[in-house]
């Protein structure tokens, strides 16, 4: 198969518990190119890594993480429930995640905002990060993306704008999304097809495919020509390409 760059979603989470340490761990040992995580803003306005909008599928809280500090959360246990050699792992913060990223790897920071979240934190949750991926080391192997393509085009005003994409579901990117300086469209892998691949190209743009696990998938973004797939069991995708 041609070469494109594989990103672990969430981590490598077939693995490994999603958005923690070690499945982080586990991404960089295999040889990823990029790794993807979710972020939510705390009570306290903290970072942390966390896909779900409540507590209770990949750890032992309950709740809404936006109504928990980060001192709570991160006295959750977020890998007993993957499995028992996983116990103790916990909810990292944006900080905890950079700081164990090494000075190579890249990173798909896919921000999550949900419908009671008003426009002051999500100028909080955009200045935070703006501040955190900042450092020289750390702001050129920083992707962030979201389905809130409004965020995405609060930070790609910014002074000093990072790389960024819009993330599709439902739908293929619009005239407007093209026209923009967004850097990537990420998209879920069944809408994907090779006019939405040469447009996105003609336009000085990647294409980003999710969340592909198996080698017929595979295969067919290879053909399509995506630049990079997203997938929960990364070291399959390397070994098949």
Same mark, same amino acid.
């Given at each position: 198969?041609?070469?494109?760059?594989?990103?672990?979603?969430?981590?490598?989470?077939?693995?490994?518990?999603?958005?923690?340490?070690?499945?982080?761990?586990?991404?960089?040992?295999?040889?990823?190119?990029?790794?993807?995580?979710?972020?939510?803003?705390?009570?306290?306005?903290?970072?942390?890594?966390?896909?779900?909008?409540?507590?209770?599928?990949? #750890?032992?809280? +309950?709740? $809404?993480?936006?109504?928990?500090?980060?001192?709570? %959360?991160?006295?959750? &246990?977020?890998? *007993?429930?993957?499995?028992?050699?996983?116990?103790?792992?916990?909810?990292?913060?944006?900080?905890?995640?950079?700081?164990?990223?090494?000075?190579?790897?890249?990173?798909?920071?896919?921000?999550?905002?949900?419908?009671?979240?008003?426009?002051?934190?999500?100028?909080?949750?955009?200045?935070?990060?703006?501040?955190?991926?900042?450092?020289?080391?750390?702001?050129?192997?920083?992707?962030?993306?979201?389905?809130?393509?409004?965020?995405?085009?609060?930070?790609?005003?910014?002074?000093?704008?990072?790389?960024?994409?819009?993330?599709?579901?439902?739908?293929?990117?619009?005239?407007? #999304?093209?026209? +923009?300086? $967004?850097?990537?469209?990420?998209?879920?892998?069944? %809408?994907?097809?090779? &006019?939405?691949? *040469?447009?996105?190209?003609?336009?000085?743009?990647?294409?980003?495919?999710?969340?592909?696990?198996?080698?017929?998938?595979?295969?067919?973004?290879?053909?399509?020509?995506?630049?990079?797939?997203?997938?929960?069991?990364?070291?399959?995708?390397?070994?098949?390409?």
């Amino acid at each position: 198969m041609t070469k494109v760059r594989v990103c672990g979603h969430r981590g490598a989470s077939a693995g490994a518990p999603e958005n923690t340490l070690a499945g982080i761990a586990l991404a960089r040992a295999l040889g990823v190119a990029r790794v993807e995580v979710d972020l939510r803003l705390t009570r306290d306005e903290k970072i942390v890594l966390h896909h779900d909008r409540d507590l209770g599928r990949t #750890d032992n809280g +309950s709740g $809404a993480v936006s109504r928990a500090d980060l001192a709570h %959360l991160q006295g959750l &246990d977020a890998g *007993a429930w993957f499995a028992p050699e996983f116990a103790g792992q916990r909810i990292p913060s944006l900080g905890e995640l950079l700081a164990a990223s090494g000075d190579t790897l890249l990173w798909n920071l896919e921000l999550k905002t949900d419908g009671d979240d008003s426009p002051p934190r999500k100028r909080v949750l955009m200045d935070t990060i703006l501040a955190l991926t900042a450092a020289a080391t750390v702001f050129p192997r920083v992707l962030l993306t979201s389905f809130d393509h409004e965020l995405i085009r609060d930070f790609l005003g910014a002074a000093r704008p990072p790389l960024c994409g819009f993330i599709y579901g439902s739908r293929a990117p619009s005239a407007a #999304d093209v026209a +923009s300086t $967004a850097a990537v469209f990420s998209m879920r892998h069944d %809408l994907v097809d090779r &006019d939405q691949v *040469a447009r996105a190209h003609d336009a000085g743009k990647e294409v980003h495919a999710w969340t592909v696990n198996d080698a017929p998938t595979l295969a067919r973004m290879v053909d399509l020509g995506v630049d990079e797939v997203i997938s929960d069991d990364p070291g399959l995708m390397l070994s098949l390409l």
